[in-house]
């Protein structure tokens, strides 16, 4: 083999492998509050309608969350859910759930103005509500 096939294999294999890297998934982290507070309770719903993707992930009780699954790279509307109460003890009563802390906008996905790009790596996100 010669020299320059060599060269331009070796430069073909190095293209090939940086293009893998740029367009890939990505990872998601953050903290959501309110009122400078920490979000707790909530778990964080990620959609991206138009390639039909959904995720979600728990938010902890300081406000955090960390993805776990690798994300396309998109810009996913989000929004957030109570956390599915713990099953009570045999023979205890179920309790109401908790009123919503955080504005009704932020738990419907058709309303919420939250917005979470993705891009191929980690990405922090801190996420804000408003009134």
Do not use: H, W
């Amino acid at each position: 083999m010669s020299r320059s096939m060599i060269s331009a294999a070796a430069l073909l294999t190095m293209l090939t492998a940086l293009a893998g890297c740029s367009g890939g998934k990505g990872t998601v982290k953050g903290k959501v509050s309110y009122q400078n507070a920490p979000v707790s309770g909530y778990v964080l719903n990620l959609v991206l309608p138009e390639k039909g993707i959904a995720s979600s992930v728990e938010v902890a009780d300081d406000g955090t969350f960390t993805s776990s699954d690798p994300l396309e790279p998109g810009t996913y509307a989000a929004y957030l859910t109570p956390k599915p109460p713990e099953p009570p003890p045999p023979g205890k009563k179920v309790t109401k759930a908790a009123v919503s802390k955080i504005p009704l906008k932020y738990a419907d996905a058709a309303k919420t103005d939250l917005k979470v790009t993705v891009k191929g790596g980690a990405n922090d996100v801190p996420l804000e509500l408003k009134d």
